[in-house]
Nanobody, 124 residues
Framework: QVQLVESGGGLVQAGGSLRLSCAAS????????MAWYRQAPGNERELVTS???????WYADSVKGRFAISIDNAKNTVSLQMNSLKAEDTAVYFC??????????????????WGRGTQVTVSS
């Protein structure tokens, strides 16, 4: 069982910054990918940004140049630095991780894990 715990959400004015963090714990071999999704009221959950254990990153067009994701493989944590926040960034932000839970001969067994979410509210 893998648990993800997010922290760092809150209320900020437009143009401000917030930093989210997510820590993975439990029984797993390693984390291969971590990501942040968000879901605004009435909208589907969307991928904001992701990072692999080797440092490869992806960003949604809407956050490029404003958000930065980073990973600490030793601590199994991922952080999201959010700058120049806009009202449309308001959402519940969810941490995601793909964890290897068993090493197998051909394909390792993995588990997709989700945090409970943290609210980010940007006032205009």
């Amino acid at each position: 069982q893998v648990q993800l715990v997010e922290s760092g959400g809150g209320l900020v004015q437009a143009g401000g910054s917030l930093r989210l963090s997510c820590a993975a714990s439990g029984r797993f071999v390693r984390i291969t990918t971590m990501a942040w999704y968000r879901q605004a009221p009435g909208n589907e959950r969307e991928l904001v940004t992701s990072i692999t254990s080797t440092g490869g990153t992806w960003y949604a067009d809407s956050v490029k140049g404003r958000f930065a994701i980073s990973i600490d493989n030793a601590k199994n944590t991922v952080s999201l630095q959010m700058n120049s926040l806009k009202a449309e960034d308001t959402a519940v932000y969810f941490c995601y991780a793909r964890a290897v839970i068993a090493v197998q001969a051909i394909v390792d067994k993995t588990q997709d894990c989700w945090g409970r979410g943290t609210q980010v509210t940007v006032s205009s």
